[in-house]
């Protein structure tokens, strides 16, 4: 069995379907859909176990109902989850899905996020074959770094001090439609084994130490929302690499995750 971690926050999400966004000043009825633990980490880590990996979670947990109710979810997940305690509240995100499909999104409260320092059992991390990593700070990934394989976002990272002690990563997944993603995989490229760019319903490419493009997956169903299809392709790619698969296979892995997601509400 493929062993993988994902490090990264936990938010608890709400879910709401509404046929337009308000405008300004404006008032819209929406319906209640769902709520639970969500996140990148979350959806890629659910999205592993799907995969029947064996899934360890390092995260940083707050001091309320929230984080207690996310974390009896990421276990029944099938997750062993690693948590560190804080003393703040969890962060609240608010999720408007549309008819079209698309989300927006609304966060509050700090994200929170494990550091190197807390008391996780990092030396578990060198008999895993790969980590995705979406949060933490240095020290934190560092530590990720000891696993076999290492796959980031680009929103993880202290960007403002230019990556300076970031370790070598064999992937770096972002949106070729994000202008923020874009911009931070820039600061990764010099750091990065392989930048890995997803292009929506035209696929991807990936350049660094080979280059190539992969098709995208056919959707095995209607699209319902598009909320978590990046975490979900960089959570298969990530397998598909940790699995010893050379990138166009991974790459697969991931694309059809992606699709499959676009068929669910939300997180999986």
């Known amino acids: 069995m493929t062993r993988v971690a994902v490090i990264g926050?936990?938010?608890?999400?709400?879910?709401?379907r509404?046929?337009?966004?308000?405008?300004?000043g404006g008032l819209e009825q929406a319906t209640r859909v769902a709520e639970h633990a969500g996140g990148g980490a979350v959806v890629a880590a659910a999205v592993l176990a799907s995969l029947g990996a064996e899934v360890e979670f390092f995260c940083a947990l707050g001091d309320d109902e929230r984080?207690?109710?996310s974390e009896r979810e990421l276990t029944a997940r099938g997750a062993t989850v690693h948590a560190a305690r804080r003393s703040q509240p969890s962060r609240f995100v608010f999720t408007m899905l549309d008819d079209g499909g698309e989300r927006t999104i609304v966060?509050?409260?700090?994200?929170?996020?494990?550091?190197?320092?807390?008391?996780?059992?990092?030396?578990?991390?060198?008999a895993i074959d790969g980590v995705y990593f979406t949060a933490g700070d240095d020290r934190a990934l560092a530590a990720a770094r000891s696993a076999r394989t290492l796959v980031v976002t680009?929103?993880?990272?202290?960007?403002?001090?230019?990556?300076?002690?970031?370790?070598?990563?064999?992937?770096?997944?972002?949106s070729a439609d994000d202008?923020?993603?874009?911009?931070w995989a820039s600061d990764w490229e010099p750091r990065s084994r392989l930048l890995v760019a997803t292009e929506g319903a035209e696929g991807g490419h990936w350049w660094g130490e080979s280059s190539g493009r992969w098709p995208a997956a056919p959707v095995p169903g209607p699209i319902r929302d598009t909320y978590g299809c990046g975490d979900a392709f960089a959570a298969g790619l990530m397998f598909g690499l940790a699995s010893g698969r050379p990138i166009a296979?991974?790459?697969?892995?991931g694309a059809r995750c992606g699709a499959e997601m676009l068929t669910r509400v939300g997180a999986p």
């Open 9 to 16: 926050h936990v938010e608890w999400v709400e879910f709401v």
């Open 18 to 24: 509404l046929a337009d966004y308000p405008p300004r």
């Open 67 to 69: 984080a207690q109710r």
């Open 107 to 126: 966060t509050v409260g700090e994200r929170l996020q494990p550091a190197g320092d807390d008391a996780l059992d990092w030396d578990r991390l060198t």
């Open 154 to 174: 680009p929103r993880a990272g202290d960007h403002a001090a230019g990556l300076s002690t970031a370790p070598q990563v064999d992937a770096t997944v972002f």
């Open 179 to 183: 202008r923020d993603e874009v911009r």
């Open 249 to 253: 296979e991974a790459a697969a892995i």
